[in-house]
């Protein structure tokens, strides 16, 4: 072979080899472009069909899984109330995450009464929703199914575009076409009554949405639309305490800093859901009637819509189980009798203040509260206060 062919054929197969690698180059290029672009589809696919703004929301990435079923627990009931002089204060702390929606052996009967509250005629009195399937709406679904599947896997799963609730076998769509309304659905889902509020006009929130299933003496359709200050208006000495703080706190409410409080009634009978003010019920003549009604209420923006989302869950106990409590008691005892008259109508202590005094003074002997001066508890034995959901005691 002559020294040109030589040279030309190591010519040709240089430019083989370059073209080669050039080409191997140019296709793990555009392999390597390609599976990107679908790992960002399927990103913001997962994104938008699951809440997933976790980033955003640290609360849902620090879940600890409940083993086994709630549902067949005791209620762990807040007792909430402090002795003393009266004071009419927000009372907010970090939420936690393991009892943001908490379940317990009353669920099955307060699930099948929000079914049969979604299929009234008058449901727009319990659950409605101004502003249709919106972002706010869907958002707040995405971040409940995240939630309740992670926290109670043995007790909800997924399956395609829809939730299941186990022990029931109950399907719901959590995906466009809904077979509810997202709001509705997520209120089926939990023990909590949700509210979705929004900024508007002046700066101020709007209630634009709820499934009231555990209302005391007033109807969705009255207040649906109003702002905070005209919803909490009728509460004694909110206007001159609370109002302005409290619009403050929600238009400063950070995605990464929700917050847990609690409330405290005490009403003549043993129903959760009232329409009705119990100033038009009658007048309690046995203890057996008198019941304690706690409230466990969450505020959390949403971080895609920037939506507020108060939930509450409802306890009820009968006043006599305070019986086994007697610290518990007298600490109630003392913080009813400094009661301002004005908080007193407005919760109508008139109706069970009696039979409430004479409870008080058999079960602990005595015919005045008394109150320890350092742990602000009664001081009729060394009663230890159970631990109650989101630590409060």
């Known amino acids: ?3 040109s062919l030589v040279i030309q054929f190591r010519n040709n197969a240089s430019f083989l080899a370059v073209w080669t690698l050039s080409a191997s180059l140019l296709l793990g290029i555009l392999v390597g472009l390609r599976r990107l672009s679908r790992m960002r589809k399927e ?31 005791k209620p762990e ?9 009266y004071q009419l204060t927000m009372g907010l702390r970090k939420l936690d995450p393991d009892n943001w ?8 009967i307060e699930h099948k009464a929000k079914l049969e509250y979604a299929s009234r005629k008058d449901k727009e009195t319990i659950v409605d929703y101004l502003d249709g399937e919106d972002e706010a709406a869907v958002e707040l679904l995405e971040v409940i199914v995240t939630y309740i599947t992670r926290r109670y ?26 077979d509810r309304h997202p709001l509705e659905t997520a209120s089926l889902l939990v023990m909590d009554d949700l509210y979705i509020l929004k900024q508007g006009e002046g700066d101020l929130y709007y209630l634009r949405g709820a499934f009231l299933a555990a209302p005391t003496g007033w109807r969705l359709d009255q207040k649906i639309g109003w702002p905070l200050h005209q919803i909490h208006d009728p509460v004694p000495l909110w206007k001159e305490k609370l109002k302005k703080s409290m619009e403050r706190f929600f238009v400063n409410l950070k995605v990464n800093s929700p917050i847990q ?36 209420q969450s505020l959390c923006r949403l971080p895609r819509s920037k939506a507020v989302v108060f939930s509450v869950r ?9 019986k086994e409590e007697p610290a518990a008691l007298e600490r109630l005892w003392d913080a009813v009798r400094n009661f301002p008259d004005i908080v007193s109508e407005y919760k109508s202590v008139q109706l069970w203040k009696d ?9 602990l002997g005595k015919n005045e509260p008394e109150i320890d001066a350092n742990t602000r508890d009664g001081v009729t034995t060394a009663y230890q206060p159970k631990a109650c959901p989101a630590g409060f005691t």
């Open 1 to 3: 072979m002559s020294a």
């Open 43 to 73: 990103r913001e696919t997962n994104t938008n069909s699951r809440g997933g703004d976790e980033i955003k929301l640290p609360f849902l990435s620090n879940i600890v899984p409940f083993k086994g079923l709630p549902i067949y627990d």
């Open 77 to 85: 009931w807040p007792r909430c109330w402090k002795a003393g002089k």
């Open 101 to 108: 929606m908490t379940f317990d052996n009353q669920w099955e």
């Open 153 to 178: 896997p043995d007790m909800f799963c997924l399956e395609g575009d829809q939730i299941i609730i186990i022990p029931i076998g109950e399907r719901y769509r959590i995906k466009a076409p809904y």
């Open 261 to 296: 409080r609690n409330n405290l009634f005490v009403q003549p009978c043993g129903e959760i859901f009232h329409h009705d003010r119990f100033e038009s019920y009658p007048e309690v003549k046995r203890i057996e009637d008198l019941w304690i009604r706690t409230e466990l």
């Open 314 to 322: 409802t306890y009820m106990a009968k006043m006599t189980e305070l």
């Open 355 to 363: 039979v409430f005094e004479a409870f008080c003074r058999e079960e």
